[in-house]
Nanobody, 119 residues
């Protein structure tokens, strides 16, 4: 499964941004998809995940109520809508895919996209 993240950038605190992940492979619709992030000097952490059928997404407590993960299997895309952004959301964001719907141990990863929240 090939994954290509995009859409990062600089946004002010309180602002919104949507990052996208393209998965051009034929089997993407069979995989769960997740977003992770890694801030400078910190370990990579789970942000959100969505099952292949798109229902019941799960979120890290730190982003719950602010971020929304979604997917469009026909377009082979996964999105992360980020609202009410905080400086502590600054990180490189990675998309990932795996046959299992879970918070860890994803097998397929895309390159990251930088999100910077700063005034």
């Amino acid at each position: 499964v090939q994954l290509q993240a995009s859409g990062g950038g600089l946004v002010q605190p309180g602002g919104s941004l949507r990052v996208s992940c393209a998965a051009p492979g034929r089997t993407f619709s069979n995989y769960a998809a997740g977003w992770f992030r890694q801030a400078p000097g910190k370990e990579r952490e789970f942000v959100a995940a969505i099952a292949w059928y798109g229902h019941s997404p799960i979120y890290a407590d730190s982003v719950k109520g602010r971020f929304t993960i979604s997917r469009d299997n026909a377009k082979k895309m996964v999105y992360l809508q980020m609202n009410s952004l905080k400086p502590e959301d600054t990180a490189v964001y990675y998309c990932a895919a795996d046959p299992q719907f879970r918070r860890t141990l994803y097998n397929y990863w895309g390159q990251g996209t930088q999100v910077t929240v700063s005034s």
